[in-house]
């Protein structure tokens, strides 16, 4: 396993835990607005974690968090705590935040290919690490289309504009260009929250098949998804951690009155 | 709840602001449609009267003469040679020792090329003279041709007016055969048309008289086209034979010595350039015979001489020529050496302040760049003649060329290339950015491949409507560009850029306030005005056209 590291030093790895990401006691905030409060959590591998909760309660800043893409955003900055992905602080000094994106891929809330093919769409992760051989580029781009389960919709037609796709396939192509870079983790954030009750079955279902190979932390608005999908889940409410635990527990039985009262629909 | 008198007042409200809003925007329109038919109006015309010009040129004989001019400007061009061979060994014998040996021979050499000059240029002075003549005739039936024009008007006039004929008495077909006026005549013509009570033809007539006491004796106005039609053989045919015999025998008896090796090399060239001459002698001789006065222009030629001409020659006393292309070509020229500049600087500044520069620099930046925008032209114009001028000079022989005003026009398009640019490359969507960041792209990977890719074809408008901006400016290139009427040489290479050119815009601005309202000249302006307006008018409409292409995506 490659390291994201700037200097590539062999360290002692550690022993290869159950965890993909840990998050111990972190804070964030959007300058004076705290939009995270000491957050603890660990993401298993080779599961799907759900994060539910109502709008503004965090999950997608958390899921932001994980690449650090919240950077891009300025007077972000973390208050306390750290984000650990195999055994490395991503927020320290020598991790370079390019290579760790390499490594946790991200699906956003709109589709949102380029304006290129569909070829070009998903070879462009493999363009920009510059990667030449075109025929080890066909053979990704053939591989993560077929992971993604569109290849056979799109494959006569791979120099057609991505727009001309329909919004589930479009959605399905830019889960195939993340997998094209060969991520271990993948961060979806609301991957169905436009798409239509069919569209949003296939991309589920896709997402299940995922499960074997890649760790999945899926950001939904919809409750029936999360239960659908999702090994764990855990529920946000203003900015803290309420409850997290396996799926079928916090819809069964769940500890917390405000979880209860939230998968109840009490609040939203 | 719902009054229907609340929902009443406030539906007329909104007619209201309807209509305010409505009837601005209609405005504009019917102003920028009366701008248009006004200007095709007034331009249009051009052909016209560029037509019946073109024919007094012909049938006056002025074209007659200017074939000759144009067979004595290429016996001219030997000469020159010949003055440059004279001038370079000059220089070369001024540089030797005085009193030696040698610039004894060199001077004697000199005195025997200059000799040998003269003579080419005294036999060269037969043709000048013979074609003096001819302007001389041609100008005489030019005046008669004019006058015959105007009495064939006024019969028009008395025709129409039913007046009685007494004194003028004279027929259509009469008009049309006459091959002299005098001046007694137009006198009682004038006098008659003042009994008549038509003042103003009368007073039109008097006026080819002022300067003629009529009491004296009679004076004519003649046709002189057929002295001109025989003067070929008469005059030209043994001139030109004469002419050529003792070209012939100056070369034939002039073995000339020269002290520099590159002059025995240009007299070879003024040799070979001479036996040229004589071999297209034919070719003018061919045209002279086959001029003919009776045929018409085609009508063609009114539009080419226009949008093809050459030369742009105004208030000349033999022929005005209109031609557009010396005035297209500095434009462009000009607008070239603009978007060179500007392109980069625009687009580069853009892509910086809209992809990499943070907030204080953006603070800085844009609105530095923005009030370049707001410099008066003058102003700009100014510092190009006291300042730019003097650093170009470091390049180009004059202070005021192309490339000085190319400079300060790409200083004017940065602004409107930079504010277009920038707002394309902001509309490019965050989520497509972030989604790049997302498969681990660097922030320039990122700008390369996703943001310019998409905002291209924003950029590419933004480049025309600078492209736009900088042909329709004024003020700069009427002070700084030089303003010389010539299509600048563009076998030059690189040097054409510093040639002194003359522009479109600024030649309506030069020359609009000078002309007679309704002449010609008057509608060649307007049709210079067109031709910018065309080209303006395709530049946005191609700008607009992209634009729309990248907001529907």
Redesign the interface.
């Known amino acids: 396993m490659t390291s994201f590291t700037k200097p590539t030093v062999k360290k002692n790895k550690p022993s290869k835990s159950l965890n993909a990401i840990e998050v111990n006691d972190l804070s964030f905030a959007y300058g004076k607005n705290e939009v995270l409060n000491s957050i603890s959590l660990e993401i298993l591998r080779n599961k799907v974690t759900s994060f539910i909760g109502p709008s503004g309660c965090g999950k997608s800043t958390l899921l932001r968090c994980f690449?650090r893409?919240n950077e891009?955003l300025?007077n972000a900055r973390i208050i306390k705590g750290s984000v650990v992905v195999e055994g490395h602080d991503i927020y320290e000094k020598t991790v370079d935040p390019?290579?760790l994106?390499?490594r946790i891929?991200?699906v956003?809330q709109?589709s949102?290919?380029?304006?290129?093919t569909i070829y070009q769409n998903v070879a462009?992760?493999l363009?920009?690490?510059g990667v030449k051989s075109k025929r080890k580029i066909d053979e990704i781009v053939e591989n993560s289309l077929i992971q993604a389960a569109l290849w056979d919709e799109v494959k006569d037609r791979l120099n057609a504009n991505a727009?001309e796709l329909s919004g589930g396939q479009q959605q399905r192509l830019?889960i195939a260009?993340?997998l094209a870079?060969e991520p271990e983790i993948i961060l979806m954030d609301e991957p169905c929250s436009s798409l239509d009750p069919v569209a949003t079955a296939r991309v589920e279902e896709l997402i299940l098949s995922l499960k074997e190979q890649y760790t999945i932390v899926v950001v939904t608005h919809n409750m029936q998804q999360a239960g659908r999908i999702s090994d764990l889940t855990a529920f946000f409410y203003l900015g803290k951690l309420i409850e997290f635990d396996e799926t079928k527990k916090i819809f069964i039985n769940p500890k917390m009155k405000q979880t209860e009262d939230y998968i109840c629909g009490k609040f939203g | 709840m719902f009054s229907s008198k609340k929902s009443f007042s406030s539906k007329r409200k909104e007619t209201w602001i309807k209509t305010i809003f409505g009837s601005s925007a209609v405005t504009s329109i019917i102003i920028l449609s009366l701008i248009i038919a006004f200007l095709f109006k007034e331009g249009i015309g051009f052909f016209g009267q560029n037509k019946s010009e073109l024919d007094l040129f012909r049938k006056s004989g002025m074209e007659f003469s200017s074939l000759i001019t144009g067979q004595h400007d290429s016996q001219t061009l030997i000469y020159r040679y010949l003055e440059n061979i004279l001038a370079n060994e000059s220089k070369y014998a001024e540089s030797m020792e005085p009193d030696s040996s040698e610039i004894i021979s060199a001077q004697d050499r000199n005195k025997k090329l200059l000799e040998f000059s003269r003579n080419f240029q005294d036999i060269k002075e037969i043709l000048l003279e013979y074609e003096k003549d001819i302007v001389e005739m041609a100008a005489e039936t030019k005046q008669f041709i004019l006058i015959q024009n105007l009495i064939k008007e006024l019969r028009l006039i008395a025709r129409k007016h039913k007046l009685t004929e007494e004194d003028f008495s004279i027929s259509m077909d009469e008009i049309d055969k006459r091959k002299k006026f005098s001046s007694r005549e137009i006198e009682k013509w004038s006098n008659y048309f003042f009994r008549q009570g038509f003042e103003d033809e009368a007073k039109s007539l008097s006026a080819l008289l002022i300067n003629y006491d009529t009491s004296l004796a009679p004076f004519y106005y003649y046709d002189r086209t057929t002295e001109i039609v025989e003067s070929y053989s008469i005059t030209y045919q043994p001139l030109i034979r004469k002419q050529n015999q003792e070209f012939e025998e100056i070369f034939k008896n002039f073995n000339p010595k020269f002290s520099l090796k590159k002059s025995v090399e240009d007299f070879r060239k003024v040799k070979i350039a001479f036996v040229e001459y004589l071999n297209t002698t034919e070719l003018f001789d061919k045209k002279i015979k086959e001029w003919n006065p009776e045929k018409p222009y085609p009508l063609a030629d009114a539009f080419s001489s226009f949008f093809l001409g050459r030369d742009w020659i105004t208030n000349s006393a033999r022929q005005d020529w209109y031609g557009v292309l010396p005035l297209l070509s500095g434009s462009l020229l000009i607008t070239l050496i603009a978007l060179l500049l500007a392109v980069p600087f625009g687009l580069g500044s853009a892509i910086y302040v809209s992809q990499v520069a943070n907030t204080k620099e953006k603070s800085l930046i844009k609105p530095a760049i923005e009030l370049i925008a707001s410099i008066p032209s003058i102003l700009i114009g100014f510092f190009g003649i006291s300042m730019l001028g003097g650093w170009i000079t470091v390049f180009a022989d004059e202070r005021l060329n192309s490339l000085t005003a190319g400079c300060l026009l790409a200083l004017m398009a940065v602004p409107t290339i930079f504010s277009l640019a920038e707002d394309a490359l902001n509309n490019v969507s965050l989520r497509l950015r972030e989604a790049s960041f997302a498969l681990g792209a660097t922030k320039l990977q990122t700008c390369l491949r996703v943001v310019i890719p998409s905002a291209l074809s924003g950029m590419i408008s933004a480049v025309l409507l600078g492209f736009g901006r900088v042909i329709g400016e004024t003020m700069v290139v009427l002070l700084c560009a030089g303003n010389r009427i010539a299509i600048p040489d563009f076998t030059e290479g690189f040097s054409v850029l510093a040639e002194p050119v003359h522009t479109m815009t600024g030649i309506i601005a030069q020359e609009m306030g000078e002309v007679e309202y309704e002449s010609i000249h008057y509608r060649a302006l307007f049709m210079v005005g067109i031709v910018l307006f065309l080209i303006t008018l395709g530049i946005n409409f191609f700008a607009q056209n992209l634009t729309h292409k990248i907001q529907n995506k």
Not at chain 1, 112 to 116: I, R, V
């Open positions: 690449n893409m891009l300025e390019i290579e994106r390499k891929g991200m956003f709109n949102n290919p380029f304006p290129k462009y992760g363009k920009i690490q727009y830019c260009r993340t870079v």
